[in-house]
Structure formats: C-alpha cells, structure tokens
C-alpha cells in the first residue's frame, strides 16, 4: 500500500480544453505539460488520467474515438520523455448519475482498487472544482490549476468545505512543484545499518541519526555479532527493528534490510561511525528533484576521505573507470556504500551480491536500466573503533568480477 499516485485531470488541465472534443486532431498539449509529467514519472508516482466524457453518451463521439484521442495524446506526451500509467474516463450522462463522474469518486476508487495505492499520499491536479471536490472526496489532496474557459462552473456547483484545494496553482509545472514539495516534507526514510560486532561505535551513530529529519525507520542487520551491538542499538533506539542476517557478507545484509524496508526511500548507512548521518538530507533531497538514486562520492568536489591508503585509492580508481565503461558514466567514485533511492526501484535491479561489491552493482545497474542517478560529495572519516571488514585484495577481486559479470550480461 505505498504506491502514490497523481490524478490528472484532462481537459484544461494539460491539454487546450476544447468542449467535447471529438478527434485526435483537436488535442493540444499545453505548455509545460509533458516535462510536467515526465518529472512525475520519474519520481515513481502513477500518473493516472481522470476524466468525464460524456460525449460519448451525448453521442458526440464514439468510445473508439475516445480511444484515438487518447492514443494521441500518449504519442504527444511520449516527445517530452512522458506517459500516463493509466486513464480512467466516465461515459456517462450527467443525467445518469452514475457513480463515476466527477465529482463523484468512482473513477478514483477503481484506480486505487487497481493498483492498492495509499490515497492520502496521492494528489489530484484539476482545473475544476468537481476536481477538488473528486479528490477531497476521496481523501487525496487537490491542486486546482486556471480555469481556462470563459464562463464558469463556480457558480453552478454548490461550494462546499470539500471545494476547497490544499494549493492553488499558476499551470500545471506549478502544481507539479508543489506536489513534489509536499511529497519530500513526508517521505519516509528508511535506513539500513548492517552490523558486526560494532559495539562502540554504533553508540556514535545512533545518537547522530537522531538528529536527522524524516527518519521513519531504522533497520539494524546483524551478522551475529558477539558483543554488545544488538543490546547497544536497542537501548538508544528501542524502536529500532533488527533483523538477522540470513548469511555472510556486508551485500547479503543489505538485501536483507532492503527486503524489510517499508520507508519511500532507502538509505544505508555504515555502523562504523565513517559516514556521518548528518549528510543524509543530501543524499534525500535530488530524490524529489528528478533522480531515483542519488550516490555519494568521495572523489568529486566536495567530497573526501580519510580512511584510504594509496593502493586501494589506486584499486578505486581504476575499478571506477571500468564501471565508467561497462555503464557509459562518468562517476566519480563507484564503489562507495553510503546512497539512498526510492524503494520502487529495488525490484528492477535485481540485486544478488553477498559482499562490499553490492555497490558497484547497484550503480551500474541503476544507470544501465536507464534510472536517474545523482552522484553528491561525501567525506568518509577513518572508522572509529576496531578494524574495517573490507580485506582490500579479497573484495577487490568480487568487485572487478562484478564489473567483467555486468559487461558481459550487459
Ligand atoms: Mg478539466
Ligand atoms: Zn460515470
């Protein structure tokens, strides 16, 4: 049930409204439209088209006609890089009262019937006050963008508290922006910790990640450790859920908290007190701003470290511009752990890595699935107690056979 939509009006709303509009020659995208949309694509929100045509019951035109007009209107949206996830259109007349012209919510019941979406993390973007009144109805928020005809609706319908839109927007992008806006102040965050016998220094993070906004979750995989981790973790953060690890390796971890995240976004952060929590609205921030995953790097401006001697700042490099190949990027730093990015896209990458070279692959996959990925300076400070797991020889050679595997699978 995290699936959010966006509702999307037709008529005035994206494209010229043109009163019962009968052929696919007559539908004209309006300005802002497409990139509107695509922008909502990308951030993982449904975009789902909802409209009264009761033209058709009127006679004015058939449901096939419908159809090419919004087949039509799919090839214009598809210039700009965008698409409807789905549309939903009442026939009927008004006459008919049916249960599914706006403003009555049928429409958006068998959307979120559909695809189980959380409707009060959904919006409605409409020109019309049955818009706001469909969306209030149905518990999602409403964003009202310009009336565009000349004689209005406002004073045939009853104005009523449900009427009443959470944003009144200049055009569509406007509205996209605030929605957008509003999406990032509640996103819920969830970061995955995975952990071995870090007793000390989880006392660090954990008191750190508190001061983080927008935490919902806090997941702890633990590879069995034999000291104080577990116990240390749950007297800072009792709500901490802690998972353990079904087997080895730092990658084995990660999936396994992955697969208990229920947050919008994911983050993964290390125990060992070397990437500082404080970074964390970096990483979330570009996530509503047109980018599925955002990486840190510690080699572009910005960004640095002081946990790596010179061979393995040597073996990065080079293992960076395989990955740089194998992708076509230019990243900077590609076999860094510290990155968020939206749950959604977890089932399309497939992850399968047990150790340190899980990064590496979610780097390349996401970019080679065409995801949009945001590389963001970070610094890495040297761990704060005990000695790192990474054995440089041993993981550097999982890493350089991640890279050939993904070449070749490429
Ligand atoms: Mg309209
Ligand atoms: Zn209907």
């Not at 008529?11 to 922008?39: H, Q, W």
């Not at 749950?234 to 947050?263: H, S, T, Y």
């Not at 996959?365 to 041993?394: I, N, Q």
Request: glycine letters at 10%; aromatic letters at 8%.
């Amino acid at each position: 049930m995290n699936q959010k939509a966006v509702f999307i009006d037709r008529d005035g709303t994206i494209v010229e409204d043109v009163p019962y509009c009968n052929s696919p020659r007559k539908i004209r995208l309006l300005e802002g439209a497409g990139k509107a949309i695509r922008r909502l694509n990308d951030q993982g929100f449904l975009v789902i088209l909802i409209t009264n045509q009761s033209g058709v019951a009127r006679g004015y035109f058939s449901e096939e006609t419908l159809g090419e007009i919004h087949n039509k209107l799919k090839e214009d949206l598809g210039y700009f890089g965008a698409h409807l996830d789905d549309i939903f259109y009442c026939p009927h007349h008004p006459a008919q009262s049916c249960t599914c012209r706006k403003p009555a919510t049928g429409l958006i019941d068998q959307a979120v019937a559909k695809y189980g979406l959380d409707i009060s993390g959904s919006y409605f973007i409409g020109d019309r006050l049955i818009d706001i009144q469909a969306a209030n109805r149905s518990g999602c928020q409403a964003v009202l963008v310009p009336y565009t005809l000349p004689e209005t609706d406002y004073f045939k319908l009853e104005i009523s508290v449900d009427s009443r839109p959470s944003f009144l927007a200049g055009d569509i992008s406007a509205a996209v922006d605030w929605v957008l806006a509003d999406a990032l102040g509640k996103a819920s965050v969830s970061v995955v910790i995975p952990t071995l016998n870090e007793e000390k220094n989880i006392c660090s993070v954990l008191p750190r990640l508190r001061c983080v906004p927008g935490i919902a979750e806090v997941i702890l995989v633990d590879g069995r450790s034999t000291d104080k981790t577990v116990e240390n973790a749950l007297r800072l953060w009792p709500e901490i859920k802690v998972i353990n690890q079904p087997g080895r390796g730092k990658g084995d971890a990660m999936r396994a908290g992955f697969e208990a995240a229920c947050g919008d976004i994911v983050v993964t952060l290390d125990a060992d007190g070397s990437l500082a929590p404080e970074e964390i609205p970096c990483y979330v921030g570009p996530l509503f701003d047109g980018y599925q995953m955002v990486k840190g790097s510690r080699f572009c401006r910005g960004g640095g470290t002081s946990d790596m001697p010179l061979f393995r700042r040597f073996g990065n490099f080079v293992f960076t511009k395989m990955a740089n190949l194998v992708c076509g990027c230019r990243y900077t730093d590609l076999v860094y752990g510290y990155h968020a990015f939206r749950r959604q896209i977890l089932g399309s990458l497939c992850l399968k890595s047990d150790g340190f070279e899980i990064d590496t692959e979610m780097y390349i996959r996401a970019t080679r699935k065409g995801l949009k990925v945001k590389e963001v300076p970070s610094y890495e400070a040297k761990r704060l107690e005990g000695a790192g797991k990474l054995r440089s020889f041993h993981d550097g050679a999982r890493i350089l056979r991640t890279i050939l595997r993904e070449s070749v699978n490429g």
